[in-house]
Protein backbone atom coordinates (compact mmCIF):
# COMPACT_ATOMS: atom_id res chain seq x y z
CA UNK A 1 0.00 0.00 0.00
CA UNK A 2 0.96 3.43 -0.68
CA UNK A 3 -0.26 6.22 0.95
CA UNK A 4 0.44 10.24 0.58
CA UNK A 5 -1.24 12.42 2.79
CA UNK A 6 -1.74 16.52 2.30
CA UNK A 7 -1.26 18.94 5.54
CA UNK A 8 -1.03 23.00 5.02
CA UNK A 9 -4.19 24.37 3.34
CA UNK A 10 -6.45 26.15 4.55
CA UNK A 11 -8.09 29.92 4.56
CA UNK A 12 -5.66 32.92 3.88
CA UNK A 13 -6.62 36.40 2.77
CA UNK A 14 -5.64 37.47 -0.67
CA UNK A 15 -1.45 38.35 -0.43
CA UNK A 16 -1.08 36.31 2.43
CA UNK A 17 0.87 32.65 1.96
CA UNK A 18 0.27 28.96 2.85
CA UNK A 19 2.99 26.17 2.61
CA UNK A 20 1.21 22.32 1.08
CA UNK A 21 3.41 19.00 2.68
CA UNK A 22 2.67 15.98 1.22
CA UNK A 23 4.13 12.79 2.12
CA UNK A 24 4.57 9.61 0.63
CA UNK A 25 4.60 6.37 2.89
CA UNK A 26 4.81 2.71 2.56
CA UNK A 27 6.02 0.26 0.45
CA UNK A 28 8.15 2.60 -1.78
CA UNK A 29 11.11 1.95 -4.12
CA UNK A 30 11.78 4.98 -5.93
CA UNK A 31 9.85 8.18 -6.53
CA UNK A 32 10.25 9.91 -10.09
CA UNK A 33 8.14 13.16 -10.38
CA UNK A 34 6.08 14.86 -7.17
CA UNK A 35 3.97 17.52 -7.59
CA UNK A 36 0.63 19.29 -7.15
CA UNK A 37 -2.51 19.81 -9.20
CA UNK A 38 -5.32 21.46 -8.39
CA UNK A 39 -9.12 21.90 -9.48
CA UNK A 40 -11.55 24.64 -8.72
CA UNK A 41 -15.29 24.05 -8.83
CA UNK A 42 -16.55 23.42 -12.60
CA UNK A 43 -12.92 23.22 -13.66
CA UNK A 44 -10.33 20.72 -14.79
CA UNK A 45 -7.90 19.58 -12.84
CA UNK A 46 -4.35 21.39 -13.85
CA UNK A 47 -0.83 21.33 -12.75
CA UNK A 48 0.75 23.88 -10.46
CA UNK A 49 3.96 22.81 -10.15
CA UNK A 50 5.96 19.42 -10.54
CA UNK A 51 9.93 18.60 -9.25
CA UNK A 52 11.80 15.59 -10.79
CA UNK A 53 13.60 13.26 -8.23
CA UNK A 54 17.19 15.37 -9.61
CA UNK A 55 15.27 18.68 -8.93
CA UNK A 56 14.27 19.93 -12.15
CA UNK A 57 11.09 22.18 -11.90
CA UNK A 58 8.06 22.92 -13.68
CA UNK A 59 5.24 25.44 -13.23
CA UNK A 60 1.97 26.85 -14.33
CA UNK A 61 2.16 30.00 -15.76
CA UNK A 62 -0.20 31.45 -13.53
CA UNK A 63 1.72 30.75 -10.17
CA UNK A 64 5.25 31.20 -11.96
CA UNK A 65 7.41 33.84 -9.55
CA UNK A 66 4.66 33.43 -6.80
CA UNK A 67 4.98 29.16 -5.92
CA UNK A 68 7.75 27.44 -4.98
CA UNK A 69 8.07 23.75 -5.27
CA UNK A 70 11.10 21.32 -3.21
CA UNK A 71 11.04 17.94 -2.13
CA UNK A 72 12.59 16.43 0.72
CA UNK A 73 13.78 12.90 -0.97
CA UNK A 74 14.83 11.41 2.33
CA UNK A 75 11.42 12.32 3.73
CA UNK A 76 9.20 11.66 0.20
CA UNK A 77 7.85 14.34 0.79
CA UNK A 78 7.26 17.34 -1.55
CA UNK A 79 6.15 21.19 -0.17
CA UNK A 80 4.41 23.96 -2.20
CA UNK A 81 5.53 26.90 -0.85
CA UNK A 82 2.63 29.92 -2.41
CA UNK A 83 2.93 33.50 -1.34
CA UNK A 84 1.23 36.85 -3.37
CA UNK A 85 -2.31 34.03 -3.08
CA UNK A 86 -4.60 35.46 -5.29
CA UNK A 87 -8.49 34.54 -5.09
CA UNK A 88 -8.24 32.65 -7.96
CA UNK A 89 -5.72 30.30 -6.40
CA UNK A 90 -8.64 29.01 -4.80
CA UNK A 91 -9.20 25.14 -4.98
CA UNK A 92 -8.74 22.26 -4.29
CA UNK A 93 -4.72 20.87 -4.34
CA UNK A 94 -4.11 17.48 -4.79
CA UNK A 95 -0.70 15.79 -4.44
CA UNK A 96 0.72 13.61 -6.86
CA UNK A 97 3.87 11.22 -6.73
CA UNK A 98 4.65 8.82 -9.55
CA UNK A 99 6.87 5.90 -7.84
CA UNK A 100 7.72 2.69 -8.55
CA UNK A 101 7.05 0.10 -5.40
CA UNK A 102 9.86 -3.00 -6.62
CA UNK A 103 12.69 -2.91 -8.80
CA UNK A 104 10.97 -4.70 -11.33
CA UNK A 105 7.78 -2.44 -11.17
CA UNK A 106 6.49 0.40 -13.63
CA UNK A 107 6.04 3.65 -12.48
CA UNK A 108 2.61 4.70 -11.18
CA UNK A 109 1.08 8.11 -10.34
CA UNK A 110 -0.38 8.01 -6.66
CA UNK A 111 -2.90 10.75 -5.76
CA UNK A 112 -3.25 12.77 -2.55
CA UNK A 113 -6.85 12.96 -1.24
CA UNK A 114 -6.67 16.76 -1.59
CA UNK A 115 -6.73 19.60 0.69
CA UNK A 116 -8.60 22.82 0.55
CA UNK A 117 -6.78 26.25 -0.15
CA UNK A 118 -9.40 29.30 -0.27
CA UNK A 119 -8.45 33.00 -0.66
CA UNK A 120 -10.48 36.14 0.16
CA UNK A 121 -10.52 38.84 -1.33
Known amino acids: QVQLVESGGGLVQAGGSLRLSCAASGSIFSINTMGWYRQAPGKQRELVAA???????NYADSVKGRFTVSRDNAKNTVYLQMNSLKPEDTAVYYC???????????????WGQGTQVTVSS
Open 96 to 110: MSDLSRTFFSRSTVY
Open 51 to 57: ITSGGST
